[in-house]
């Protein structure tokens, strides 16, 4: 395993982060206690060191099972990443949403269930559309002074909040969101449009949520092997089929498991990017940690683009035009170094 820095940080975290919104067996699936922590042990000793929960995650479960973990292990080892937001009740209106109150309120009960005194990343995890953007960043720049968080990440929120907020940070000496958690996927890549060329722009690493498309991209379903999507999901309608297909036969080519075609191509998109793979048992873990033994070729590359590509709209797909190339470069499109 190699170490990559998260965003602008001098935070080394593994090139593979363990998703553990599995972590308890609530609403009829995932990991027990006992494999949750067989699935922690084979992620360290395979030099593993991020793990990404959340506060609503199997309704706390998943933080109470790192918390116990934590408590017989190295708690220093493990950058330890949570978020806030989603609601811990339905009968206080400020049990949720992005707002500073919930924020702090939030944070101490994670803290509790994670028996730690300090989160190395906190996430928003989904924008509420509310709160303004300074709050957010405030908050977290007043945890980050108080020793009760590391450092600031965002998670499911429009660019323009993401790079306002960066921006206002920049300004007001706060800390920075440094990572920006999306779903992105060979099956989900609408986050090229105006997601990802804002993390390049603000140097922050891109942390794909549900990379594997909750398992889908391992093929398994093709097969006839069960898991935890339902069968009228889009993640298997006939697009969703095809595009695992190519990933199929690649991994049938080379010779791997789908799931490294799978992160792999989320991997190599040019971009800071680590995927944050869920596992519910040790071998798929086991598996999905060879991911950082493989790399596609160009070729390989170009075929699963071609398979899973988008349509980038206005106005990504118009700047790529003939036309306004021509008129915005003077004809010097291509002698002109790009970012
Ligand atoms: N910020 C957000 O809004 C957000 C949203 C969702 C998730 N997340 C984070 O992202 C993490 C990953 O998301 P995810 O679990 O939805 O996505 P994922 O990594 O795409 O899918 C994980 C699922 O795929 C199956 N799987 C994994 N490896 C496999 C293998 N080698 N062979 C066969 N099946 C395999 C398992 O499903 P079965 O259990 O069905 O076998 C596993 O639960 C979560 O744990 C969480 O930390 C964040």
Same mark, same amino acid.
């Given at each position: 395993?190699?170490?990559?820095?998260?965003?602008?940080?001098?935070?080394?975290?593994?090139?593979?982060?363990?998703? =553990?919104? *599995?972590?308890?067996?609530?609403?009829?699936? *995932?990991?027990?206690?006992?494999?949750?922590? @067989?699935?922690?042990?084979?992620?360290?000793?395979?030099?593993?060191?991020? %793990?990404?929960?959340?506060?609503?995650?199997?309704?706390? =479960?998943?933080?109470?099972?790192?918390?116990?973990?934590?408590?017989?292990?190295?708690?220093?080892?493990?950058?330890?990443?949570?978020?806030?937001?989603?609601?811990?009740?339905?009968?206080?209106?400020?049990?949720?949403?992005?707002?500073?109150?919930? +924020? +702090? !309120?939030?944070?101490?009960?994670?803290?509790?269930?994670?028996?730690?005194?300090?989160?190395?990343? #906190?996430? #928003?995890?989904?924008?509420?559309?509310?709160?303004?953007?300074?709050?957010? %960043? !405030? $908050? +977290?720049?007043?945890?980050?002074?108080? *020793?009760?968080?590391?450092? @600031?990440?965002?998670?499911?929120?429009?660019?323009?909040? /993401?790079?306002?907020?960066? =921006?206002?940070? &920049?300004? +007001?000496?706060?800390?920075?969101?440094?990572?920006?958690?999306?779903?992105?996927?060979?099956?989900?890549?609408?986050?090229?449009?105006?997601?990802?060329?804002?993390?390049?722009?603000?140097?922050?690493?891109?942390?794909?949520?549900?990379?594997?498309?909750?398992?889908? %991209?391992?093929?398994?379903?093709? !097969?006839?092997?069960?898991?935890?999507?339902?069968? &009228?999901?889009? !993640?298997?309608?006939?697009?969703?089929?095809?595009?695992?297909?190519?990933?199929?036969?690649?991994?049938?080519?080379?010779?791997?498991?789908?799931?490294?075609?799978?992160?792999?191509?989320?991997?190599?998109?040019?971009?800071?990017?680590?995927?944050? /793979?869920?596992?519910?048992?040790?071998?798929? #873990?086991?598996?999905?940690?060879? =991911?950082?033994?493989?790399?596609?070729?160009?070729?390989? #590359?170009?075929?699963?683009?071609?398979?899973?590509?988008?349509? %980038? $709209?206005?106005?990504?797909?118009?700047?790529?035009?003939?036309?306004?190339?021509?008129?915005?470069?003077?004809?010097?499109?291509?002698?002109? &170094?790009?970012?």
């Amino acid at each position: 395993m190699n170490y990559k820095l998260l965003g602008r940080s001098g935070l080394k975290v593994s090139e593979l982060c363990l998703g =553990t919104m *599995g972590f308890g067996t609530e609403a009829g699936w *995932g990991a027990d206690k006992d494999t949750s922590f @067989a699935i922690m042990d084979a992620y360290a000793n395979a030099g593993g060191n991020f %793990l990404d929960t959340a506060n609503i995650y199997k309704l706390g =479960t998943s933080e109470k099972i790192i918390g116990d973990y934590m408590s017989h292990h190295d708690r220093d080892y493990f950058v330890l990443a949570t978020k806030y937001t989603l609601k811990d009740n339905t009968t206080n209106p400020n049990a949720s949403g992005n707002s500073r109150k919930n +924020m +702090m !309120r939030s944070v101490e009960e994670s803290l509790k269930r994670l028996k730690t005194d300090f989160i190395d990343v #906190l996430y #928003l995890h989904i924008w509420d559309d509310i709160t303004p953007i300074d709050e957010v %960043l !405030r $908050g +977290m720049d007043d945890l980050i002074k108080q *020793g009760k968080i590391n450092y @600031a990440a965002i998670s499911d929120t429009p660019a323009w909040v /993401v790079a306002k907020g960066n =921006t206002l940070a &920049e300004l +007001m000496g706060w800390s920075q969101f440094i990572a920006l958690q999306v779903e992105y996927s060979l099956l989900a890549r609408t986050a090229e449009r105006e997601l990802i060329p804002m993390a390049k722009h603000f140097g922050m690493t891109v942390t794909p949520w549900a990379p594997l498309a909750g398992g889908a %991209l391992t093929g398994k379903y093709l !097969r006839g092997d069960k898991g935890r999507i339902k069968p &009228e999901s889009k !993640r298997l309608n006939s697009r969703a089929e095809a595009i695992t297909k190519v990933v199929v036969e690649i991994a049938q080519e080379l010779g791997v498991s789908e799931s490294h075609v799978a992160l792999n191509w989320t991997r190599q998109q040019g971009f800071s990017c680590i995927p944050i /793979v869920g596992a519910t048992k040790v071998d798929q #873990l086991l598996d999905n940690l060879k =991911t950082v033994e493989v790399a596609l070729n160009d070729d390989q #590359l170009k075929r699963l683009n071609d398979a899973s590509a988008i349509e %980038l $709209g206005f106005p990504g797909d118009f700047f790529k035009e003939e036309g306004v190339r021509a008129n915005t470069f003077g004809g010097f499109y291509d002698k002109v &170094e790009k970012r």
